[in-house]
T-cell receptor
Framework: SQTIHQWPATLVQPVGSPLSLECTVEGTSNPNLYWYRQAAGRGLQLLFY??????ISSEVPQNLSASRPQDRQFILSSKKLLLSDSGFYLCAWSGLAGLQFFGPGTRLTVL | SQQGEEDPQALSIQEGENATMNCSYKTSINNLQWYRQNSGRGLVHLIL?????REKHSGRLRVTLDTSKKSSSLLITASRAADTASYFCATDAGSNDYKLSFGAGTTVTVRA
């Protein structure tokens, strides 16, 4: 069966520090991968998606970047965090049916 | 950008009652999905309804879709305390990237 992992679960970082969040998927090949951010009490905002290794599409201009170095690995990064980068970050994958399966999320607090 | 809007924003019901929430969207869709999110957790897929379908059932869940009104409803029958969560609708336009556009969600509280 397929599983999706995200780490870390929580992160507290100072403004201006770098960021690296990792997401890995098991039990499937060539999935579409997605990074979302969720502000408190709000819906999900799609940040990046990837349909294959090295293929990244950005949905909104921002301080973040994404990379997909391997088929089932998706990384969200920043060189210098801003206060506005705080939020709940969710990784998801989808197969041919279009259903998305979400990881447990990373709660990022930038101080 | 968010295409779906859920209504109401919050709902409080007694255990055993039914919960109904609605979702409206703006542009043509291929599929509409409903997800549940328990506090501080990832989203869990509940049900998918295709644009050529009008109603779908899964256990205690009933989803309707009216493409002429660009709206969908999710009904949870005989609610339980474990149904307490936020519920989101999400739409896709049918492209191969399967990008979803989520609404802001309805927060449901089921009182014991």
């Amino acid at each position: 069966s397929q599983t999706i992992h995200q780490w870390p679960a929580t992160l507290v970082q100072p403004v201006g520090s770098p960021l690296s969040l990792e997401c890995t998927v098991e039990g499937t090949s060539n999935p579409n991968l997605y990074w979302y951010r969720q502000a408190a009490g709000r819906g999900l905002q799609l940040l990046f998606y990837s349909v294959g290794i090295g293929q990244i599409s950005s949905e909104v201009p921002q301080n973040l970047s994404a990379s997909r170095p391997q088929d089932r690995q998706f990384i969200l990064s920043s060189k210098k965090l801003l206060l506005s980068d705080s939020g709940f970050y969710l990784c998801a994958w989808s197969g041919l049916a279009g259903l998305q399966f979400f990881g447990p999320g990373t709660r990022l607090t930038v101080l | 950008s968010q295409q779906g809007e859920e209504d109401p924003q919050a709902l409080s019901i007694q255990e055993g009652e039914n919960a109904t929430m609605n979702c409206s969207y703006k542009t043509s869709i291929n599929n509409l999905q409903w997800y549940r999110q328990n506090s501080g957790r990832g989203l869990v897929h509940l049900i998918l309804i295709r644009s050529n379908e009008r109603e779908k059932h899964s256990g205690r869940l009933r989803v309707t879709l009216d493409t002429s009104k660009k709206s969908s409803s999710l009904l949870i029958t005989a609610s339980r305390a474990a149904d307490t969560a936020s519920y989101f609708c999400a739409t896709d336009a049918g492209s191969n990237d399967y990008k979803l556009s989520f609404g802001a969600g309805t927060t449901v509280t089921v009182r014991a």
